[in-house]
T-cell receptor
Framework: GENVEQHPSTLSVQEGDSAVIKCTYS??????FPWYKQELGKRPQLIID?????GEKKDQRIAVTLNKTAKHFSLHITETQPEDSAVYFC??????????????FGKGTHLIIQP | DVKVTQSSRYLVKRTGEKVFLECVQD?????MFWYRQDPGLGLRLIYF???????EKGDIPEGYSVSREKKERFSLILESASTNQTSMYLC????????????FGQGTRLTVV
């Protein structure tokens, strides 16, 4: 099955600086890579995703890059703000004609924005 | 607005009890998932289902079973609860098409004493 590694486990940055979280995956058949943000005491929510036919996707201060050859993808947050403090999870999944395999998550990164 | 609802927010059960965790979604999603979330271990897949009466084991199925008799409902069953099953349990659902978002329930904090 799929195995997703995520680094770092904790990331502390100054407000206004950039944050980068990296993930690698093992199954080259995976074709969909979402990122979830989980605030304390709340459910994980999708913040951005990328499909395997795209190398980069951007949404305001958030971007995701995908390197299929190296089997890694990264989340970039620019101009960080206090509300960015949360746990971030990357995930990988293979969607086929018959549906999806289980969505496999990384262990999570606790992002701390220092004022 | 997609809704995934878990039957209980907090649950306390005794060792050896049979425990049912219920999850209902209202978006006609084909895929449903059960995860447990533990500090430092992230979200680990227990079971998933891609259709009614269909189920597949995830990464940590031992000690759990599931039931999907109707499309909108996916139940997680702990046959004989143990203290190492104390955890946060999250249900999720997603559509069949490539690259559809998974929506999560609010979670059930289960404590086995």
């Amino acid at each position: 099955g799929e195995n997703v590694e995520q680094h770092p486990s904790t990331l502390s940055v100054q407000e206004g600086d950039s944050a980068v979280i990296k993930c690698t995956y093992s199954d080259s058949a995976s074709n969909y890579f979402p990122w979830y943000k989980q605030e304390l005491g709340k459910r994980p929510q999708l913040i951005i995703d990328i499909r395997s036919n795209v190398g980069e996707k951007k949404d305001q201060r958030i971007a995701v890059t995908l390197n299929k050859t190296a089997k890694h993808f990264s989340l970039h947050i620019t101009e960080t703000q206090p509300e960015d403090s949360a746990v971030y999870f990357c995930a990988a999944i293979m969607y086929s004609g018959g549906g999806a395999d289980g969505l496999t998550f990384g262990k999570g990164t606790h992002l701390i924005i220092q004022p | 607005d997609v809704k995934v609802t878990q039957s209980s927010r907090y649950l306390v059960k005794r060792t050896g009890e049979k425990v049912f965790l219920e999850c209902v979604q209202d978006m006609d999603h084909e895929n449903m998932f059960w995860y447990r979330q533990d500090p430092g271990l992230g979200l680990r897949l227990i079971y998933f289902s891609y259709d009614v009466k269909m189920k597949e084991k995830g990464d940590i199925p031992e000690g759990y079973s599931v039931s999907r008799e109707k499309k909108e409902r996916f139940s997680l069953i702990l046959e004989s609860a143990s203290t190492n099953q104390t955890s946060m349990y999250l249900c999720a659902s997603s559509g069949q098409d490539s690259g559809t978002e998974a929506f999560f329930g609010q979670g059930t904090r289960l404590t086995v004493v």
